[in-house]
T-cell receptor, first 114, second 114 residues
Framework: GNSVTQMEGPVTLSEEAFLTINCTYT??????LFWYVQYPGEGLQLLLK?????DKGSNKGFEATYRKETTSFHLEKGSVQVSDSAVYFC?????????????FGQGTILTVHP | NAGVTQTPKFQVLKTGQSMTLQCAQD?????MSWYRQDPGMGLRLIHY???????DQGEVPNGYNVSRSTTEDFPLRLLSAAPSQTSVYFC?????????????FGSGTRLTVV
C-alpha cells in the first residue's frame, strides 16, 4: 500500500535558521506529493505541491523537489521565522482512481524561537 | 465562499452516546472525505465519497457511518462512542479538472469521549 514517512520531531530552531524536514514515500504508479501546514488551533492549509518527478513546489519561501529516484519530497526553507511555527504534514495522492484520498505522514512539529 | 464548514467545533460525549459530525461544502466538489488526527499518527482516512450516493471505507472505518445524499453534505455518524474515538476530525472536499485537482479542508471538530 501507499505510505509516507516524515522525520522524527519535534524540530526546534532559532529565527533565521535553515529548515529541512525529510519526507519519503512508498507508492505504486505516479503519485502527486503535497506539504500541508497546520497552525495552532486551525485546519490544514496547502503549502505546496508537485505532480511529477523533478517538479519543484514553492510557496512563502518554502521549497520541495519531487525526487522519484530517492522517493523523497523534503521540505526546505532558507530562513525561518517565528510565524512558521506549526505542524507540517507530507502527503501523497496516488492518482488513478484515488481521488478524494490522501495518505499523510505523521506530522512534524516545528517551533521557531526569536 | 465558505469552503468546507464543519460543526460543531468541540464536543464532549459519554461512552455509548451517538452523534453526527456535520460537513458541508459550497464549491460543488465531487469528492468528500473524513479524516481523524491523532498525535504521532498524522491524519488517517475514515470514509470517503466520490459522488452523491456513493461512499467507501478508508483506513479506519470501524465505529463510523457515512452517507452522501447530496453533493454538498457528508455527515459522519458515531453510533456508540468509545474513548478510542477521542480525536480531532477533519472533513475535506476535492475536485478533479483534467490534470488539475485540489483539496480543501474544514477547520476540524475536536471530540472527547469520556
Amino acid at each position: 500500500g501507499n505510505s509516507v514517512t516524515q522525520m522524527e520531531g519535534p524540530v526546534t530552531l532559532s529565527e533565521e535558521a535553515f529548515l529541512t524536514i525529510n519526507c519519503t514515500y512508498t507508492a505504486t504508479g505516479y503519485p502527486s506529493l503535497f506539504w500541508y501546514v497546520q497552525y495552532p488551533g486551525e485546519g490544514l492549509q496547502l503549502l505546496l505541491k508537485a505532480t511529477k518527478a523533478d517538479d519543484k513546489g514553492s510557496n512563502k519561501g518554502f521549497e520541495a523537489t519531487y525526487r522519484k529516484e530517492t522517493t523523497s519530497f523534503h521540505l526546505e526553507k532558507g530562513s525561518v521565522q517565528v510565524s512558521d511555527s506549526a505542524v507540517y504534514f507530507c502527503a501523497l495522492h496516488a492518482g488513478g482512481t484515488s481521488y478524494g484520498k490522501l495518505t499523510f505522514g505523521q506530522g512534524t512539529i516545528l517551533t521557531v524561537h526569536p | 465562499n465558505a469552503g468546507v464548514t464543519q460543526t460543531p467545533k468541540f464536543q464532549v460525549l459519554k461512552t455509548g452516546q451517538s452523534m453526527t459530525l456535520q460537513c458541508a461544502q459550497d464549491m460543488n466538489h465531487e469528492y468528500m472525505s473524513w479524516y481523524r488526527q491523532d498525535p504521532g499518527m498524522g491524519l488517517r482516512l475514515i470514509h470517503y465519497s466520490v459522488g452523491a450516493g456513493i461512499t467507501d471505507q478508508g483506513e479506519v472505518p470501524n465505529g463510523y457511518n457515512v452517507s452522501r445524499s447530496t453533493t454538498e453534505d457528508f455527515p459522519l455518524r458515531l453510533l456508540s462512542a468509545a474513548p478510542s474515538q477521542t480525536s480531532v476530525y477533519f472533513c475535506a472536499s476535492s475536485y478533479v479538472r483534467g490534470e488539475n485537482y485540489g483539496y480543501t479542508f474544514g477547520s476540524g471538530t475536536r471530540l472527547t469521549v469520556v
